[in-house]
């Protein structure tokens, strides 16, 4: 592994699938305007949930992504619906407030799934788990504060996670290794 700057992140993430991630991409538009907000929406192939950061590095490390990858490869789970019902923001730096979606009892699978990826993680040696977890879904950046409101929901049906290998300032993501989970319970 390559010392310096990171300029690569590993990270656990689900993905909607491309018709509800052009459904998100028309209500952060929606939103963006509503509340006259200048920030520019995410591309739709890059709106995901976050489940777990596995790290930062100066360059691919192949054997965290091989240990992450085996670790991850003993969740078992079943598929389940995920919805979300509101959008608020978070605060951030001035200026650069993330907007979200965000949801109440339509995010439990999220939350479930994310301790089990967690514990296999930490089991793995591959870090603590995260001691606090929001599910969420970042659409855009703003410039303010917007507070949490209800939105139209909206939702899909998580069939597996993903291991991301995202390029630190590139705005790429790259999908290293899919989970499936079971059939619904």
Same mark, same amino acid.
């Given at each position: ?16 699938? %491309?018709?509800? *991630? ?9 939103? %963006? ?9 995410? *591309? ?142």
């Amino acid at each position: 592994m390559a010392s310096g700057q990171p300029t690569d992140r590993l990270f656990f993430a689900v993905f909607p699938d %491309r018709v509800t *991630a052009l459904r998100i991409a028309k209500l952060a538009h929606q939103l %963006r305007g509503i509340h006259g907000l200048k920030g520019r929406p995410l *591309a739709a192939d890059r709106y995901h949930v976050s489940l777990h950061h596995v790290g930062d590095y100066a360059g691919l490390p192949e054997g965290v992504v091989s240990a992450a990858s085996r670790a991850a490869s003993g969740v078992v789970m079943p598929r389940f619906a995920v919805a979300f019902d509101r959008a608020a923001s978070f605060r951030g730096r001035p200026g650069n407030q993330p907007l979200v979606l965000r949801g109440d009892d339509g995010v439990i699978g999220l939350t479930m799934l994310q301790d089990a990826v967690g514990s296999a993680l930490e089991m793995a040696g591959l870090g603590p788990r995260a001691p606090h977890y929001t599910p969420h879904l970042t659409l855009l950046y703003g410039d303010r504060f917007v507070a949490d409101h209800p939105v139209e929901p909206v939702g899909w049906t998580v069939h597996d996670f993903v291991l991301v290998h995202s390029l630190l300032g590139r705005s790429r993501y790259l999908p290293l290794a899919r989970f499936p989970l079971g059939a619904q319970a």
